[in-house]
């Protein structure tokens, strides 16, 4: 049996890792919190400095694997004012964008 690239073993223990992730939020009721009414609001809105500084740290951790900054940038002129949502915007798409670079 020949040796497998190390790159490829890395990307599949990444593939099953994410996958593991995504399985895990769902049985243990994230999706089912975050949709629900209006919780993921509160926690951006009533947690002070925390929710946005979450909101800017979400999108850095996504946005450089294929998450459009669209996803974020919407409900954040739902939560917050407008010059707000704007900046948060600004400021995680630029994180982002030199992350992923």
Same mark, same amino acid.
Not at 76 to 97: D, F, K, R
């Given at each position: 049996m020949p040796d497998l690239d190390v790159a490829l073993v890395r990307r599949l223990a990444a593939v099953v890792a994410a996958a593991a992730l995504i399985a895990l939020f769902f049985l243990g009721g994230g999706y089912a919190w975050v949709t629900g009414d209006g919780n993921l609001e509160r926690l951006l809105t009533e947690t002070g400095v925390i929710g946005p500084v979450a909101f800017v740290l979400m999108m850095w951790a996504t946005q450089p694997f294929g998450v459009p900054g669209f996803v974020y940038m919407v409900p954040a002129g739902l939560v917050w004012p407008t010059a707000l949502a704007v900046s948060l915007a600004w400021v $995680?798409? @630029? $994180? !982002?964008?030199? @992350? !992923?670079?």
């Amino acid at each position: 049996m020949p040796d497998l690239d190390v790159a490829l073993v890395r990307r599949l223990a990444a593939v099953v890792a994410a996958a593991a992730l995504i399985a895990l939020f769902f049985l243990g009721g994230g999706y089912a919190w975050v949709t629900g009414d209006g919780n993921l609001e509160r926690l951006l809105t009533e947690t002070g400095v925390i929710g946005p500084v979450a909101f800017v740290l979400m999108m850095w951790a996504t946005q450089p694997f294929g998450v459009p900054g669209f996803v974020y940038m919407v409900p954040a002129g739902l939560v917050w004012p407008t010059a707000l949502a704007v900046s948060l915007a600004w400021v $995680g798409n @630029i $994180g !982002a964008s030199y @992350i !992923a670079f």
